[in-house]
């Protein structure tokens, strides 16, 4: 600023200095650093032709450091800078008048702002106030430079705040920035200079204070900076940056989407605008990670935390030692290790986010208005680590931090009820260790008030709702603290009015107040909340997200369904407890199944939107990495197409859940039965060709129990050791003797007579589905196999698919058996069985070891409407869909399967190991092998639960195939399969691992 003053030095002076200021003007209208060092070398021989006493001599010197500071702008070399606070202050100590004073002042004020935000000390601060100060003493109304004096004191004024001022300093901030942009014309060249530090003294006003009015003039005052801010201005990616993050807080606090979706815009480009190497980088680039760890925790895409994680490794080497950012780098950091960790569960995640979270915070300065946030932050990954490790001394440590944070914190400040929320977490950790009421007490009084200061609309309103209910639920089993009808009725009305937040977060608060109202004998006030969160399911992973990162987020809400069952039946309505399940079980599936619905009736009748919406799905179709702008917009039109279809009155519910009466066709052939254990009950629901579903109280089904038999199951069936099949004989028999008892012989006694084995499909919810219900019996006795013949559905849905397709006409049989997989143990019953299978049908293909790799089945299976696979597969249980055949060159995964689209497919037989294994936290999405095939197309898969001995998959294969009439339908296929249970059971009596896993699942 102030560049241009008429003098009269010598000629040589004088034109070096104009031509300076031409290489500077230059620069100002976008040219590159290069004119900088033309303008630093023209002032530099002018003030070489200056004597010392001429009374130009400070205005060279001013014009000098002037342009070094520029330099230091353009390129961040801090050398620059301190050239730049040398000459400026030799010029005023030698400046003879007001004029040159007050020009030589406000430079050198900025210059040691600049300076301090790059590393210097708290004393540049307090120089550049005091400096700024004196120029405005100096500079009366209406003297046109006082607007831009107001407003350097004021972004001085705001730095100082920052780091350990007085919220006096923020408020005289934003009074002189006010001033300073009310005194600047329409127009003026540092009018979006001006406008821009307002709106950012108004940003941490509301971080400070938390009051959204201060949130929205900050996007205000940014945007207008940024809109007449032009392309290659210097300035451009500062102001970019803060208005994304300005956008970024507006979306923590609101939960809007848009918000964070304009803010990843504009760090991206904000970074975008910046040189290589220029020292502000880093800083811009942790913003832009920041955006995506809080889009990763609202959609549970792992790209966009990896993406972060990338950003600020990338940036922490680049900030020194003592730089203002590089506080907030390495906590980022530390938070998307935590968050990765919460996803992996490796401690060693956990461990590395602690170390760089203590780092951060030793990096903070003291009375950093940040400082409480990065104790806070520590505490939150100590608390992870006491969850997870269960080491007491983290727990003390988190409890320690959150309460020295809200020390630090001002009443009013905006992450203050969230912290409350925290350190009630943390309290109620220690109550569920100790069972110390007055723990449970005090976290119950931290959270309502966490509750009462956050209003609604407050994003994070919805987690304090859940972590109050949830001790509210713990203090109703132990009986220590029951919560009363009122706090209940608040709870609920409070779940009503959120409107704010992300779908993952709407869905834990009305699991954890419908739960709660279970608990406590409101059952229709359950059923209402707790469908209302089964609706919000699907929403809670981001569209275009990978199957891992969906099964994950969905896997998370394990049990919610369950609850939202058992309130249906304890109010006596099995129909919606039914519709419910449908709703929440098999989201992924039904996703799948959405994807590939017949249009045929829709192009008849609507033919060109028909085509538009086909063409539109293909695309969707189509795998990609990840979200991008163009799928995007493919999903905002598929969603305009869907709400034009639905205008018409014969497509209102086009792609909407199918009712209970759209599915009945599942139950043509015999009952549905769906087993459910909720916390409170244990039901069975029965649905038959005709007349209503009907309930069967499964009283002994304990939920309790449930978990503790699933875990002895899963330890049994996993055991590789010497010991294995002791443990199972031992095992087994228990559990299917208590599958028998309190679900299977219930349900037997209320089927309807249809003759002597009735044909059902079982549909367990939740970690029932572990069980292998068609096996229950106690040793020596009648059981399952000898009452009904069973078979399995994921969903209703899925089942009534099934029946809807049509039957083969001609059998084409594919086989493929690997007795030799690279890598994994042989299996050589393998041979016998693509002997036999190959022996029936000489002509079908075959193949074999080398020859079965990925791509030849990928080629062979669109031909084929029988396939058996004799091999080994691969089960992740913590990512199922990452699972699939392992054939001689790969793995054939569960998502290339489910994509294929098979018209003729008839019967898949998966040979192998646990291919209809379910996983604990995956129990409710069904993704496994037999589900896989089954969305490719084939109407009936055989599948087992668990490993089964080569030799038994072999005979079983063989008396399979033997049972089957010489037909290219499979209609026959659950009763074959039946009679091979029989058969080796009789054989094996006492050995139920080796003819208890293997289940039908189809019409």
Not at 619 to 645: F, K, M, V
Not at 875 to 898: C, F, H, M, V, W
């Amino acid at each position: 600023m102030w560049r241009r003053r008429k003098t009269r030095p010598s000629y040589q002076s004088r034109k070096l200095a104009e031509l300076g200021m031409h290489w500077l003007e230059r620069y100002d209208r976008g040219g590159g650093a290069d004119n900088l060092d033309q303008a630093a070398t023209c002032f530099e021989l002018a003030l070489a032709n200056t004597p010392d006493h001429d009374p130009e001599r400070p205005t060279r010197l001013i014009q000098l450091g002037l342009a070094y500071r520029e330099r230091f702008g353009a390129r961040g070399v801090l050398a620059d800078l301190d050239r730049a606070i040398g000459f400026i202050e030799q010029a005023v100590e030698s400046s003879p008048d007001d004029e040159q004073l007050t020009t030589a002042l406000s430079n050198l004020g900025l210059a040691h702002r600049e300076r301090y935000r790059h590393g210097g000390l708290g004393a540049d601060l307090d120089r550049a106030i005091a400096y700024l100060e004196r120029v405005l003493t100096i500079t009366r109304a209406p003297d046109p430079d006082r607007a831009g004096i107001l407003s350097n004191l004021g972004g001085a004024h705001l730095y100082r705040f920052e780091t350990g001022g007085a919220a006096g300093d923020l408020d005289q901030s934003i009074r002189c920035q006010e001033q300073a942009v009310a005194l600047t014309p329409e127009g003026h060249a540092r009018g979006a200079v001006r406008t821009s530090n307002l709106g950012l003294a108004h940003l941490t006003r509301y971080r400070l204070a938390g009051a959204t009015g201060d949130l929205d003039r900050a996007i205000a005052c940014i945007g207008r900076a940024v809109a007449v801010t032009r392309d290659g201005d210097p300035a451009l990616a500062h102001r970019l940056s803060n208005l994304g993050v300005a956008h970024r807080e507006r979306y923590e606090r609101h939960g809007a989407a848009p918000d964070l979706d304009r803010a990843i815009a504009l760090l991206e480009q904000a970074g975008a605008s910046l040189p290589d190497g220029h020292p502000d980088a880093p800083a811009l680039a942790s913003n832009l990670g920041r955006a995506f760890v809080e889009r990763f925790e609202s959609g549970g895409v792992l790209a966009d935390l990896d993406r972060a994680i990338e950003l600020d490794q990338q940036a922490l080497p680049n900030v020194p030692e003592g730089h203002i950012a590089r506080s907030t780098i390495l906590a980022n950091l530390g938070v998307a290790h935590q968050l990765r960790h919460r996803r992996s569960g490796a401690l060693s995640q956990l461990d590395h986010a602690i170390g760089l979270l203590e780092e951060a915070l030793a990096a903070s300065p003291d009375g950093h208005f940040e400082q409480p946030i990065r104790l806070a932050e520590l505490g939150h990954a100590h608390l992870d680590r006491f969850a997870t490790a269960g080491a007491l001394v983290d727990l003390q440590r988190a409890i320690v931090l959150y309460e020295r944070a809200l020390a630090e914190m001002p009443e009013e400040h905006a992450k203050r009820p969230g912290i409350l929320s925290d350190l009630a977490s943390a309290y109620v950790h220690r109550y569920e260790r100790g069972e110390e009421t007055t723990d449970l007490e005090r976290a119950i009084g931290l959270l309502e008030h966490a509750v009462a200061t956050a209003p609604e609309g407050h994003a994070r309103r919805p987690i304090f709702l859940t972590n109050l209910s949830h001790a509210h639920l713990l203090g109703l089993d132990s009986g220590a603290l029951p919560p009363d009808d009122r706090a209940l009725r608040t709870l609920v009305q409070d779940v009503a009015s959120v409107v704010g937040g992300a779908p993952q977060d709407r869905v834990w608060v009305g699991r954890s107040v419908g739960t709660l109202a279970h608990a406590m004998g409101e059952h229709a006030t359950a059923v209402q909340v707790l469908d209302a969160a089964v609706a919000l399911l699907p929403a809670v992973t981001a569209r275009d997200a990978a199957w891992s990162d969906q099964e994950h987020r969905l896997g998370s809400h394990l049990g919610l369904v369950s609850e939202a069952v058992a309130a249906h039946c304890a109010v006596g309505d099995p129909t919606g407890a039914l519709e419910v399940a449908e709703l929440g079980r098999g989201v992924l599936l039904a996703a799948q199944l959405d994807s590939r619905t017949d249009l045929t009736d829709l192009g008849k009748a609507l033919p060109d939107l028909a085509t538009e919406f086909r063409r539109v799905r293909d695309e969707l179709n189509t795998p990609t990495p990840g979200p991008t702008q163009e799928r995007a917009r493919a999903w905002s039109r598929h969603d305009e197409l869907l709400l034009e279809i639905r205008r018409n009155p014969a497509f209102r519910r086009f792609l909407l859940p199918p009712r209970l009466t759209d599915l009945r066709t599942a139950t043509a052939d015999g009952t549905v039965v769906m087993v459910n254990s909720g916390r409170q009950r244990g039901d069975a629901i029965l649905l038959g060709p005709g007349g209503d579903p009907l309930t069967v109280p499964l009283p002994d089904l304990v939920h309790s129990d449930v978990h503790a038999y699933g875990e002895a199951l899963l330890e049994a069936i996993h055991e590789t050791g010497g010991f294995a099949g002791v443990l199972r004989r031992n095992v087994l028999p228990k559990i299917l003797g208590w599958l028998w008892d309190t679900i299977v012989e219930p349900v037997v006694r209320a089927l309807p007579a249809t003759g002597p084995q009735p044909r059902v499909w079982w549909l367990p919810t939740g970690l029932i589905g572990l069980f292998p219900l068609h096996a229950a019996g106690h040793p020596g006795r009648p059981g399952a196999l000898d009452a009904v013949v069973s078979s399995y559905t994921s969903t209703l849905r899925a089942l009534a698919h099934a029946h809807a397709r049509p039957t083969a006409l001609t059998r084409r049989q594919l086989v493929v058996a690997l007795a030799r997989t690279p890598g994994l143990h042989d299996l050589p019953g393998s041979i016998a069985e693509a002997d036999n299978l190959h022996s029936r049908a000489p002509d079908a293909p075959l193949l074999s070891d080398e020859d079965a790799t990925v791509g030849q089945v990928l080629a062979h299976l669109p031909e084929s409407t029988w396939a058996h696979f004799a091999c080994h597969a691969g089960a992740n249980l913590s990512a199922p869909s990452e699972g699939g055949l392992r054939l001689y060159d790969g793995t054939l995964t569960i998502p290339e399967i489910s994509r294929l689209q098979l018209a003729d497919a008839e019967l898949a037989y998966l040979s192998a190991c646990s291919t209809a294994h379910r996983g604990w936290q995956h129990a409710e999405e069904s993704i496994h092998l037999a589900s896989a095939f089954q969305l490719a197309g084939f109407r009936h898969v055989i599948a087992t639960l668990w490993p089964l001995a080569d030799d038994i998959a072999a005979t079983a294969a063989h008396a399979f195939y033997r049972a089957l009439p010489p037909s290219p339908t499979a209609v026959d296929a659950a009763q074959a399969l039946h009679q091979v249970a029989h058969a080796l059971r009789d054989r094996h009596p006492t050995q139920p691992d080796l003819w208890a896993p293997l289940i039908h699942s189809g019409p």
